[in-house]
């Protein structure tokens, strides 16, 4: 099988790619990704000169290299996205542009192409806020950050090809991830970094929102299963099953790294900063996942990989990129702690 992944250089992307090429000798992979902040060719470093997989450097939104990209391909499975919500909300012009005309201009080109599936990797941030139960596939899409209204729009254009154009879609919708590779932006990673310094983590509000979380290697092997036995069409859920509020992970892993309370820092809230998600996956579990890995081992496994891999997160930290967005999201708030 002949796979197009985009956004390969990502967390999750990358991590997909080491998967199927371990677990599927038959797979080769051709890998579209722009290198943006957050994409990063050392997450791939171990497959330098493998021959099953190539990257090819471009732009989702470039009709031109889709279409070079996606001749001969089976399948694709799409990552390419920006992600990070307080990024959307400063400014939310490249998450129109990757997450909508980008999925648009990958769609048209694979009904071009006749390939027998496309998977949108999407997120249960398309809900919305959930404040009891636990959401389904059904449901309504109530996204409330820019970068969830991109997502869902993304979401909703894969269902209108399937739909009108008969293009086998299947869209998925994943919990909060965490694992080795992930961009120190996003909670957990930039917790444990900031504490591996003595630094303080900024905790937004009261600290009460609550999010399921989802080790990177079960969603991986959730994706894998979805594109061999999904059926188009149809969207799934996948979540780790684990669930706790922000102050609760917050304290599980300062006393896990040992770290003093002070190093847990009160800021002012994200706007809009959705308080639940809770996601109902039994549609995923009927096709046979179940998440491989407990939380707290995950957890564990985690803390151990960034206290391992300095070489890998503190060039991304030192960047300017990186320093700028800090200073303009968490110096007024953190103040001298930061
Ligand atoms: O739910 C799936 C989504 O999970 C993905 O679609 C997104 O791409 C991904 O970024 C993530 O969104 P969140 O906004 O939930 O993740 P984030 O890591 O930014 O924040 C997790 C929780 O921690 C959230 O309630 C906000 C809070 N938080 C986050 C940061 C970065 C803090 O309290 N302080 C922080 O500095």
């Known amino acids: 099988m002949r796979l197009l992944v ?21 797979v080769r992979v051709v890998n579209l ?36 990209c996606m001749a001969g391909a089976d399948a694709v499975v799409h990552f390419a996205a920006e992600t990070h919500v307080d990024r959307s909300i400063l400014d939310a012009g490249a998450f129109l542009r990757t997450n909508v005309v980008g999925t648009d201009v990958l769609l048209r080109a694979a ?3 006749g390939v027998e599936r496309f998977v949108h990797v999407g997120t249960d941030e398309v809900y919305g806020s959930v404040p009891r139960g636990f959401s389904t596939e059904s449901d309504r899409l109530l996204p409330n950050s820019p970068y969830a209204a991109s997502k869902a729009a993304g979401d909703l254009l894969a269902r209108s ?9 299947i869209v998925t919708r994943a919990s909060n991830n965490f694992g080795p590779y992930q961009f120190p932006e996003k909670a957990l990673p930039l917790m444990i970094t900031n504490w591996i310094d003595d630094k303080p983590y900024p905790l937004y509000g009261d600290g009460r929102q609550v999010r399921d979380w989802l080790y990177v290697l079960d ?67 009927k096709l046979g996942y179940r998440p491989a890995h407990g939380f707290g081992a995950a957890l564990a496994r985690t803390v151990d990989w960034y206290r391992g891999h300095e070489t890998w997160w503190r060039p991304l930290k030192k960047d300017g990129g990186y320093r700028a967005y800090y200073r303009r999201q968490y110096a007024a708030r953190l103040g001298a702690a930061s």
């Open 6 to 26: 985009t956004g390969g250089l990502g967390f999750i992307g990358s991590n997909f790619i080491r998967h199927v090429l371990t677990e599927h000798p038959g």
């Open 33 to 68: 990704d722009l290198r943006t902040y957050a994409g990063n060719p050392a997450n791939l470093a171990d497959l330098r000169g493998n021959p099953r997989y190539r990257w090819i450097k471009g732009d989702i939104a470039d009709p031109f290299i889709v279409k070079r």
């Open 111 to 113: 009904l071009k192409n």
């Open 161 to 169: 090809y399937f739909v009108t154009h008969g293009l086998p879609v």
């Open 219 to 285: 969603h991986v092997r959730a994706l894998d299963l979805i594109l061999r036995r999904g059926r188009p069409g149809e969207v799934y859920n996948v979540a780790g099953g684990y669930s706790c509020a922000n102050r609760e992970l917050v304290e599980r892993v300062r006393r896990l790294m040992e770290k003093p309370r002070d190093l847990v820092k009160r800021v002012p809230d994200r706007p809009g900063h959705d308080r639940r998600y809770a996601l109902n996956f039994s549609k995923l579990k």
